[in-house]
């Protein structure tokens, strides 16, 4: 009976460093603005699948879609003070940190197409602009793709004169409101989490954003037209705790950031067909009006919103343009 109670023992002592780790993961909170299902909501699920899987249960994330723990507005202040470790803000959220250079990004017609984009964020643009947030307690792992902006009212908005008087719920891009100024309207920050009660009850008349958020958010509902205009893209930024980051043990991290590398793949795959497959819901639901731009409209909004690019100079400086410029083949005047 002692030597199977000392056996009992040895074991237990043996597996309490596993039993220990098991109870004890690393924990990373993820929050986010958007719903489950749009790309951003998959995008982060499927990091948790994989990064769950090969750490082998050494990390656990847990993931809070649509603004349960922070909004849009709290939540970069959250993970500098270690409260959440991981983000995906869009990247005009940087601006109010005093890296206002990631707002080249938000440029009206500066991508022709979501490969362009990516490519681009691979590149040369994509790690200068990771680098401004490294002083900032921020490490950047990756951006993600949502596709390019829809605009809605309760009017259809096909010339830059329809824009006239209306208010329009920008996420905080100075680039945003610069172009919606220039067509006439008046544009106003407002945090995600509020856009469709804000649109129901006429507090903005109007609004931008993908196909995939125009459905999961339902703001479709509250606007009875949607112009297809495709005129800026919406991007997300991966971003971390840096001190958190750097703390992980090199083999967690190793794995983390594989479980991340394969979660973008997957994210930027599924943006495009995402946003088609909402774009034909919301018109089966006949809620709402979708408006197609013709050639001769999208060349004048393109005239009346030419003029941000030299603007944007004042605003993002001249060498995060010059960089845009010759990654893209763009002319900034």
């Not at 309490?16 to 489950?36: G, M, T, W």
Request: proline fraction near 4%; charged fraction near 25%.
């Amino acid at each position: 009976m002692r030597k199977l109670l000392l056996a009992v023992a040895a074991t237990a002592i043996l597996l309490a460093p596993a039993i220990a780790q098991a109870q004890n993961p690393i924990v990373i909170k993820f929050s986010h603005v958007v719903a489950n299902d749009t790309p951003k909501g998959k995008g982060a699920m499927k990091f948790k699948e994989l990064a769950e899987k090969y750490t082998d249960g050494k990390v656990k994330v847990e993931v809070y879609p649509n603004s349960t723990l922070y909004k849009d507005k709290e939540e970069i202040e959250a993970l500098q003070l270690g409260s959440v470790q991981m983000l995906a803000p869009s990247t005009a959220k940087f601006a109010p940190l005093g890296i206002k250079e990631f707002e080249a990004l938000d440029l009206p017609w500066l991508f022709k197409d979501d490969a362009t984009y990516s490519n681009a964020m691979k590149g040369t643009i994509g790690k200068w602009l990771f680098q401004k947030l490294e002083a900032k307690g921020i490490t950047g792992l990756v951006y993600w793709d949502n596709g390019f902006h829809m605009v809605s009212a309760n009017r259809p908005l096909m010339k830059p004169t329809d824009f006239q008087g209306l208010k329009f719920r920008i996420s905080g891009s100075k680039v945003a409101d610069q172009y919606f100024r220039l067509i006439g309207s008046i544009p106003q920050i407002m945090a995600f989490s509020e856009v469709y009660q804000a649109l129901q009850t006429g507090v903005v008349d109007g609004c931008e954003n993908t196909a995939s958020n125009y459905l999961t958010q339902k703001f479709y509902e509250v606007q009875k037209d949607i112009t297809v205009s495709y005129h800026a893209h919406l991007q997300y930024a991966v971003i971390v705790n840096s001190k958190f980051w750097s703390g992980l043990p090199p083999d967690i991290r190793t794995q983390l950031e594989k479980a991340m590398n394969e979660a973008t793949d997957y994210t930027n795959q599924i943006a495009h067909q995402e946003n088609e497959d909402a774009l034909a819901q919301i018109k089966k639901t006949g809620k709402t009006t979708l408006h197609y731009l013709t050639d001769a409209d999208r060349k004048a909004w393109q005239e009346a919103m030419q003029p941000t690019y030299k603007w944007a100079k004042g605003r993002v400086g001249q060498e995060v343009l010059d960089l845009v410029a010759k990654e893209l083949d763009v002319k900034m005047n």
